[in-house]
């Protein structure tokens, strides 16, 4: 999925240039929220389908990573736009990429949000055996 958005980066700049960026950006987000629909095709689980979905879903989502970039950088002024940029990442990656491990064990195992096919857990019992 990788060579697929290095591969359309381009594109899309060419793309933007073209039309004005915030016209591109609305377009391909509109163009995203199509393709989550994509993903219903996958319902019959076959490597030509898997293929699909992969393919043409990650190009529509290559073409927004290859915008959103510029668009976040440019929404920042010059002075302030690395450090603006850093301390978004870090506060996303930090809050919620630190923490969705825990919040999925407490959702499978702490929660009545588990599956019913979900082992049960017992807090006291340990998995060591002596």
Aim: charged letters at 10%; aromatic letters at 16%.
């Amino acid at each position: 999925m990788g060579l697929i958005w290095i591969v359309t980066a381009p594109f899309v700049g060419a793309f933007a240039d073209k039309i004005r960026p915030s016209r591109a950006f609305t377009l391909l987000r509109l163009l995203l929220v199509a393709c989550f629909f994509l993903t219903l095709v996958y319902s019959e689980k076959s490597i030509s389908t898997f293929f699909f979905v992969m393919v043409f879903g990650g190009a529509i989502v290559g073409f927004n990573m290859a915008l959103y970039n510029f668009i976040a950088t440019t929404l920042m002024p010059r002075a302030v736009r690395t450090t603006g940029i850093a301390v978004g990442y870090a506060l996303g990656v930090s809050l919620f990429g630190g923490t969705s491990p825990y919040l999925l064990v407490w959702l499978l195992f702490g929660t009545r949000f588990a599956p019913r096919s979900a082992p049960k857990v017992d807090p006291g019992q340990h998995s060591r055996t002596p």
